[in-house]
């Protein structure tokens, strides 16, 4: 069964400490790999597609990457306006799933200062 | 610019009111789409539009009843609402249906239905 898992749920640092979200997903024929952002109450903001295994993308202090099984959001010296949830997203397949996403259940980071 | 907008923020209504959500994107997106999202959980789909025309509809109750007026609005009509269904709503637009274009969201409607 095609499914987006997200992990840890939840996750604290204290500002500067870098480390690294999870995204596993098991969807044949991936045709895009989404990592969002959102801040509570509003809607989720568009951070990275990635396309295929060995691709990397970077913004600021977010850098994503992709394998053939998972994803990894890794947060470099992370400040307190990076908390957030973060969320990963799939492309379901073709025919009548076309258009529909598989999201991930989201990770939640709280940045201490 | 990558600007999906909502109005309004938000929205209290009683059971029997009828009020509309109202969307607008000019991006020159082809795919628009209208989410629920309830507390720690993903968005879940609700409607896809794709050139103006109902591409999915999730099985939504009929209290909820979206129109594409044109390409760039996405309109949700409400009428005879539950308390279950205060949420916060999200439109979302992309090129179109296929699996690699990213939807961009808007900042989402707070509904509150007493």
């Known amino acids: 069964e095609d499914q987006v898992t997200q992990s840890p749920e939840a996750l604290r640092l204290q500002e500067g400490e870098s480390s690294s979200l999870n995204c596993s997903y098991t969807?044949?024929?991936?045709?895009?790999l989404f990592w969002y952002r959102q801040d509570p109450g509003k809607g989720p903001e568009f951070l990275f597609t990635?396309?295929?295994a060995g691709e990397e993308k970077e913004k600021e202090r977010l850098k994503a990457t992709l394998t053939k099984k998972e994803s990894f959001l890794h947060i470099t010296a992370p400040k307190p306006e990076d908390s957030a949830t973060y969320l990963c997203?799939?492309?379901?397949?073709?025919?009548?799933?076309?258009?529909?996403?598989?999201f991930g259940r989201g990770t939640q980071l709280t940045v201490w200062p | 610019d990558t600007e999906v907008t909502q109005t309004p923020k938000h929205l209290v209504m009683g059971m029997t009111n009828k009020k509309s959500l109202k969307c607008e994107q000019h991006m020159g997106h082809r795919a628009m789409y209208w989410y629920k999202q309830k507390a720690k959980k993903p968005p879940e789909l609700m409607f896809v539009?794709?050139?103006?025309?109902?591409?999915i509809n999730e099985s939504v109750p009929s209290r909820f009843s979206p129109e594409c007026p044109n390409s760039s609005l996405l309109n949700l009509h409400l009428h005879a609402l539950q308390p279950e269904d205060s949420a916060l709503y999200l439109c979302a637009s992309a090129r179109g249906l296929a699996g690699s274009y990213e939807q961009y969201f808007g900042p989402g409607t707070r509904l509150t239905v007493t």
């Open positions: 539009y794709s050139y103006e025309k109902l591409s």
């Open positions: 990635l396309y295929s």
């Open positions: 969807v044949s024929g991936l045709r895009g």
């Open positions: 997203a799939a492309p379901r397949g073709r025919g009548s799933t076309l258009g529909r996403l598989y």
